[in-house]
């Protein structure tokens, strides 16, 4: 089987401390059909200096004003020319495991997922993902490889400032022509402790119900409701308890 070209995409912004272990990690890859692409938001620290000293290795890279991380990561898939796309955050570091998983990725209707170790809280996250997992939880999208046909279809929801990759995902569950399947490996140290885990996303919250009702079986619907009800009611239970 011929080898697939795979685009990786790092968006970042102001990471002088921690973009070049992710550059490392990607120019590092045993697989060498890479087209490696950097979206910098127009970091105004050393970032562009750390870009540059790699440039050869570098398929495409742009600094410029962007709307956030999912913007970027919009242009990225915009621009990029591979058969299979993939996303690292700076300070994330891709494990070498590219050249031991792109012979499963067989179907170009289906999202390949893995595992990442979560840096911040020292585990691996998250496992194989059902229906009723994918809509009260999140694959890591540092865990994630994308068949290119999905940003031709779809793209990062940008209203969505922290949580656009879930909405993403639910709306590819959704896709009667998209499937996903887990492969058991861990594909990335993931850093954590990202933009999404500081502030609460109040747009996704407010829409998460309508996404999964539009998205999901009304088995699935049911059951995150329930999950929201009962958040809802221990969370005022809490208040209450602080307020006294």
């Not at 996303?201 to 407010?206: A, K, M, S, V």
Request: aromatic content about 14%; proline content about 2%.
């Amino acid at each position: 089987m011929q080898q697939p070209l795979i685009s990786i995409i790092i968006a970042t912004f102001n990471a002088e401390k921690s973009i070049e272990q992710t550059i490392l990690s990607v120019i590092n890859q045993s697989y060498t059909l890479i087209e490696f692409i950097i979206i910098d938001g127009g970091s105004t620290d050393k970032t562009v200096d750390i870009i540059k000293k790699y440039d050869e290795k570098i398929s495409y890279w742009v600094s410029e004003p962007d709307a956030g991380v999912y913007d970027a990561m919009n242009k990225g898939a915009k621009v990029s020319n591979g058969k299979w796309i993939y996303f690292l955050g700076a300070g994330d570091i891709m494990c070498n495991v590219l050249h031991k998983l792109v012979s499963n990725f067989t179907d170009t209707d289906i999202i390949y997922y893995g595992d990442v170790y979560k840096l911040d809280e020292l585990k691996i996250y998250d496992g194989h993902f059902t229906p009723y997992k994918l809509a009260v939880k999140n694959i890591c999208h540092q865990a994630i490889f994308y068949p290119a046909s999905v940003f031709k279809k779809y793209n990062y929801d940008l209203k969505y400032r922290m949580l656009a990759d879930h909405a993403l995902n639910m709306r590819c569950s959704g896709d009667n022509n998209l499937g996903f399947k887990y492969l058991p490996v861990i594909v990335c140290l993931y850093e954590g402790d990202g933009l999404s885990a500081l502030n609460l996303d109040y747009t996704f919250f407010n829409d998460k119900l309508s996404i999964i009702k539009s998205n999901f079986s009304m088995l699935v619907y049911y059951y995150a409701s329930f999950r929201t009800m009962i958040a809802k009611i221990l969370k005022k239970n809490q208040f209450n308890k602080g307020a006294r």
